[in-house]
């Protein structure tokens, strides 16, 4: 690991003074960004800790919907009663996402900017990695990609996104409150996280003078008929080979409203709009799922060892609706 400065600044005014400094680096669980610091991979000259300050508060909002501070720890935010009652969804990918001991750590803010867990991108042995080293190529291509990503890659980088939680905060059309030299802005989900084009490096659309101060939630219809499945290797610990967020609105047996998005195919949560539109409005049944299911698949594109993904996808879609909309 390489030397750097420590910092804990009182508050975000001098925190957001102090990122502007080139190679500082914001530091809130850690539970990425260590690893990453002792692999190398990353290597800032100056942390600042922003742990202490205070954006971990969970509130109901006057218009409705709820804000989770930055900083809120993702067992607080499963556990907290406003989510659990209103969005079950993401208290469901909140507790499917890592272990008890790194859900008591890690922050939504470091959730939603944590990185691949693509082995190339971890291994500095390898020198053809875009991400790493941008330029140097990509050893996943023609490589161990059993992991990667089946929508929305590029020659440049074929890596997912690994982030379960952020799979349902898309789903829930969540909105990220962020800070920088130039004020205050809010960026939509769907345009928070990146594909990798030819810039695979840049996985966010947060500059890198801004801190994310709060997650917004808005009032969303899908606290009953919703289910976060998550397909792995492993039940107890590991990232996602395919997870599905399934929420639907139900009235009288026709689906009023319904987000399917998926998770471990794509460098972003992976939205099935197309899928969407094949049960919007219909009533729902085991052949209207299997339709959107199908649909939910055009366009996937396998590498090779990650070819299982396009079957798996179209199941755990189909799946995870048939438990939303208590079918199975
Ligand atoms: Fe690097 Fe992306 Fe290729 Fe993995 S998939 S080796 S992260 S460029």
């Keep these: 690991m390489n030397s750097f400065s420590y910092l804990r600044p009182g508050d975000v005014t001098s925190a957001l003074q102090h990122i502007r400094t080139p190679g500082a680096k914001f530091i809130g669980g850690g539970s990425n960004l260590l690893d990453l610091m002792k692999g190398g991979i990353e290597q800032p000259v100056m942390l600042i800790d922003i742990s202490h300050l205070p954006l971990s508060e969970i509130s109901a909002q006057p218009g409705g919907g709820i804000r989770i501070g930055a900083l809120a720890r993702n067992s607080d935010v499963a556990a907290h009663p406003l989510v659990r009652r209103n969005y079950p969804l993401l208290a469901q990918a909140l507790l499917a996402g890592a272990s008890p001991q790194l859900r008591n750590m890690a922050t939504v803010g470091g959730n939603l900017m944590q990185r691949t867990r693509c082995g190339y991108f971890y291994d500095t042995a390898f020198d053809a990695c875009n991400k790493r080293l941008p330029g140097s190529g990509c050893a996943a291509l023609a490589g161990r990609n059993r992991n990667h990503a089946i929508f929305g890659a590029s020659e440049q980088c074929i890596a997912v996104n690994p982030s379960d939680m952020n799979v349902a905060l898309t789903a829930l059309d969540a909105v990220i409150n962020v800070q920088g030299s130039h004020g205050r802005r809010s960026i939509a989900i769907a345009d928070f996280h990146r594909l990798p084009g030819e810039t695979p490096q840049h996985e966010t659309n947060l500059a890198a003078d801004e801190m994310i101060l709060s997650v917004d939630l808005p009032p969303v219809p899908f606290d009953e008929y919703v289910y976060y499945l998550k397909v792995r290797d492993r039940a107890s610990y590991a990232f996602a080979l395919v997870s599905v967020a399934a ?48 649909v939910a698949i055009d366009g996937a594109q396998a590498y090779g060892q990650n070819d299982y993904k396009i079957e798996l996808a179209q199941s755990a879609v189909e799946r995870a609706l048939l438990h939303a909309g208590d079918l199975s």
């Design 247 to 294: 929420a639907l609105d139900l009235h009288l047996g026709r689906v009023t409203d319904v987000r399917i998005v998926m998770g471990g195919v794509a460098h972003k949560p992976w939205r099935a709009t197309a899928a969407e539109a094949v049960l919007r409005g219909k009533i729902l049944s085991a052949t209207a799922v299997a339709d959107a299911a199908r």
